[in-house]
């Protein structure tokens, strides 16, 4: 029987590993992607969202690059994958509305005990970069003026490859380091028409386009301590810069940006049996990539999130831990010279699916989360589900 | 990764191999009832919608376009007109003229088809059968003419002839009525030698299309004989100061059937070629630029994309000058020319297709073969027919922005060579005996090279 249940985990575990391989780079949506180099993809599971979590200081493992000491508390092989369908609304000041939606994968992961400890491969979001957007000209070719419609559109991400081993030093403190590069392209591409919208004439488009490869290395240190009835920690990543290489038919420039230093804090207290409240924060001073931009404003990215969760709820016969928490954190990037906000209110549950001897060997994590971007000019109210699936013992 | 295809593939792994399943043991049903439900969740969100952003100020640079206009010195080199493409007889359809604009002759010649041989007709009984024993008793030459093309509003007489020399209908002109290799043999009299004269006609314009001769049966029974090259009908204009289009004929037949001899039967019998002839054959214009005619007229000229453009304001403010033109600025690229009045014995009375071709090979003009048409429209660059009569001066543009981007870069996108040398031609060659007429270089109106040029500041990271 144990055999049995070795042979079919591992097949899950390859069948995970299959899906990481395949996987691209991940990133979500807003229209905030326009400002600056884009809107930032926290690279967490269901958990993490559904409590409001910055990504680290919670109970049990974790396979979240932002928490490299909760990688030893693993303890088993273990495999995750997120997916994250959104859907967003939005209205600015000058009386434009629309909805847009999308689905993003920001977290793909394998994590495997080695030497001890446990090493991780993950492939985690950074940047979401896509956009579109059009500018309707006249311009005078002669013979009076002519329609001209510029589409830009922008589509590419930052994301970031990591390898990362941790390893608990004692039974009540871990600690972890992941070494992460930056990877992605950015395709920027401007198509210039003539003419009425629809109207084949004869002047053809002119397109100007640029398309660059990101590059760059993070390293992440973390350590996580467990006392009586708390887990307390942190981590501390440390960016290189980041480098847009030009691609060799590409007219603009090479460019380098320089990431900040972010720091994370989290810690969970167990109240009770059946109660955990969790609260985490994240310091990153963006605002020092300013100098590198040459449009939008780079603003500070720090924030804080906070969350409860009761772990004795059951749903159909399973354990199904109910989590709710709040999110507030700084977008780095913004149109206008003004700090703009990411609120959420978010609330998820937990399914159990099989657990064999205290370790989850498959399980899901649900959250639903509410929350608004706001700047002067624009509000975005999105709905955004995140949904990961966590299988073990492979 | 798109999300459908990853749900589906961890669904489809899980339900297909069934040591999978037992991961979950006595779980099973719960686990893949559990992915199901989740799956619309997915599934709804998997609709990807790029976010149009709603500030301009998230276009990067703005390009600036200009319209440049290159003198045909800059650009342009080797004009040469050619002639002697195809003949008459491919239009299919004829030319009358008597000293129209002093100096156009032209005459039609036609060669007969065979006559129907047999006829169903009711017999003395009554009973409709065919019947192969036709006596003919006469007929009409009926001719159709194009009122619109014609010169004449008035009536005009016609004179119709027997030929009475073997002609080629391929070859045959004013001066020749064979003109093979090896084999030319001039008209006994220039302009068809000597007809017999089968009667006159007259043809009234605003009575209708048709001109009617009538024929004896004599003269119908000679042009029986199909194999005959000296058989064959001309038509004359006989009043000076026209030019009649002929658009087609066909010979009427009364024939009296030996099944029924009380009645009179109408066959009709049609033309198996025409060609026409004329005089005088037009030189080819020392200074300027002809397309069309019969047989057809090319222009050749050698043709340089510059790839430096300087002395443009608005282009200089956004970009260093001078300024090297890449093949992606350039937007919309055309040939100018100028129409001027042509000759008015050949002057067109209808529109003149243009149409434009890469030369491959010029060293063997005027036999080089020519690559596909640069011309979007499969019928060619209409233009007017007034823009060579009393509207000549006309600015004709016959745009290329595709051959003008390959010949800048040197090849197409297939990597073959770009050629330097473009022909002038009509669509369908010959069309007609008009032709079509432009400025030449070195004249007030020598062709020019009209480009739109959009320049942009290069694209750059944020």
């Known amino acids: ?394 | 990764m798109d999300g459908r295809k990853l749900v589906s593939t961890v669904l489809y792994q899980l339900l297909r191999k069934k040591k999978s399943l037992r991961v979950f043991g006595e779980h099973r049903r719960f686990v893949v009832l559990t992915m199901l439900g989740l799956l619309p969740l997915i599934t709804i969100g998997c609709q990807e919608q790029i976010p149009v952003a709603l500030d301009d100020q998230a276009v990067p640079g703005v390009p600036v376009s200009v319209t440049v206009e290159i003198p045909w010195t800059s650009f342009g080199s080797n004009v040469e007109v050619f002639g002697g493409y195809g003949s008459a007889e491919e239009i299919g359809s004829g030319v009358l003229a008597e000293d129209f604009a002093g100096t156009l002759n032209a005459r039609t010649l036609m060669r007969i088809g065979a006559y129907p041989r047999i006829a169903t007709v009711r017999d003395t009984t009554g009973a409709s059968r065919p019947d192969s024993t036709l006596t003919i008793l006469g007929g009409r030459f009926v001719a159709f003419f194009d009122t619109i093309a014609s010169t004449n509003t008035n009536p005009v007489r016609l004179a119709l002839g027997a030929t009475t020399e073997a002609w080629d209908m391929a070859t045959t002109s004013w001066t020749y009525a064979v003109d093979t290799i090896n084999d030319q043999r001039p008209w006994t009299e220039a302009g068809g030698g000597v007809v017999t004269p089968l009667g006159e006609a007259i043809w009234d314009p605003s009575l209708g299309d048709t001109a009617v001769f009538v024929l004896d049966s004599v003269q119908l029974a000679e042009w029986s004989d199909t194999t005959d090259l000296s058989i064959g009908a001309r038509i004359d204009i006989i009043d000076p100061g026209h030019r009649l289009a002929l658009n087609a004929a066909l010979i009427r037949l009364d024939a009296r059937p030996s099944s029924n001899p009380d009645t009179i039967i109408e066959l009709t019998a049609l033309t198996s070629g025409s060609t026409f002839i004329y005089s005088p054959f037009p030189e080819p214009p020392p200074d300027g630029v002809r397309i069309g005619g019969a047989p057809s007229w090319r222009t050749i000229l050698d043709l340089q994309i510059p790839s430096v453009i300087d002395d443009v304001p608005e282009l200089c403010a956004v970009v260093s000058c001078p300024h090297s033109l890449s093949p992606g600025e350039i937007s919309y690229a055309a040939l100018v020319l100028t129409s001027r009045t042509t000759e008015l014995a050949f002057q067109p009375t209808d529109s003149i297709r243009l149409d434009v071709r890469p030369v491959l090979d010029r060293a063997v003009m005027p036999k080089s073969p020519l690559g596909v048409s640069l011309i979007a429209n499969p019928f060619g660059r209409s233009v007017s027919p007034e823009a060579f009569g009393g509207s000549s001066g006309l600015e004709i543009e016959i745009p290329f922005t595709g051959y003008a981007r390959d010949r800048l870069r040197g090849k197409d996108a297939s990597g073959d060579p770009t050629p330097g040398t473009l022909a002038l031609l009509s669509v369908i060659e010959p069309f007609s005996i008009t032709f079509a007429s432009f400025e030449g270089p070195s004249s007030a109106g020598e062709p020019f090279l009209r480009l739109i040029v959009t320049v942009g500041p290069p694209v750059e990271l944020p």
């Open chain 1, 1 to 394: 029987m144990t055999r049995l249940w070795m042979t079919s985990a591992r097949v899950a575990g390859f069948l995970l590993l299959a899906l990481t391989s395949t996987a691209t780079p991940a990133y979500t949506q807003s229209l905030f992607n326009a400002a600056g180099l884009g809107t930032p993809v926290d690279a967490l599971d269901g958990r993490a969202r559904a409590l409001g979590s910055i990504g680290i200081g919670l109970t049990g493992g974790s396979m979240m690059q932002t928490d490299p000491g909760g990688l030893a508390r693993l303890e088993i092989s273990t495999g995750i994958m997120a997916a994250s369908p959104s859907w967003i609304d939005y209205s600015a000041s000058n009386s434009r509305s629309g909805t847009f939606k999308g689905n993003r994968f920001p977290l793909l992961g394998i994590a495997y005990p080695v030497l001890g400890g446990m090493a991780a491969i993950q492939i985690s979001s950074v940047l979401d970069q896509t956009y579109e957007v059009t500018r309707i000209g006249e311009t005078d070719l002669g013979d009076g003026p002519v329609r001209t419609s510029d589409a830009f559109t922008q589509d590419g991400s930052v994301s970031n490859v990591n390898l990362g081993f941790s390893r608990a030093l004692t039974d009540w403190f871990a600690t972890g380091l992941t070494v992460g590069r930056f990877a992605g392209n950015l395709d920027r591409t401007l198509v210039r028409a003539y003419g009425e919208e629809g109207v084949a004439g004869n002047v053809d488009t002119y397109v100007e386009s640029g398309v660059w490869s990101w590059t760059g290395w993070s390293l992440t240190a973390g350590a996580s301590a467990d006392f009586e009835s708390l887990r307390v920690a942190a981590s501390v990543q440390v960016p290189s810069e980041l480098s847009g290489t030009a691609a060799a038919d590409t007219r603009g420039s090479d460019r380098s940006f320089s990431i900040p230093v972010q720091y994370r804090v989290g810690a969970t207290a167990v109240l009770g049996p059946s109660i955990q409240v969790h609260g985490s924060a994240v310091f990153a001073d963006w605002s020092k990539m300013q100098d590198d931009l040459s449009s939008g404003y780079a603003k500070s990215g720090s924030g804080y999130g906070m969350g409860i969760e009761l772990s004795r709820a059951r749903l159909l016969g399973k354990d199904a831990p109910l989590r709710f928490g709040f999110r507030q954190t700084g977008l780095p990037f913004a149109f206008e010279d003004e700090s703009v906000k990411e609120r959420i209110l978010s609330g998820g549950l937990g399914l159990v699916l099989n657990e064999t001897a205290g370790f989850v060997l498959a399980g899901v994590d649900l959250a639903i989360e509410r929350g608004r971007r706001s700047s002067a000019n624009l509000t975005e109210n999105f709905w955004r589900a995140t949904l990961s699936l966590q299988t073990s013992g492979f």
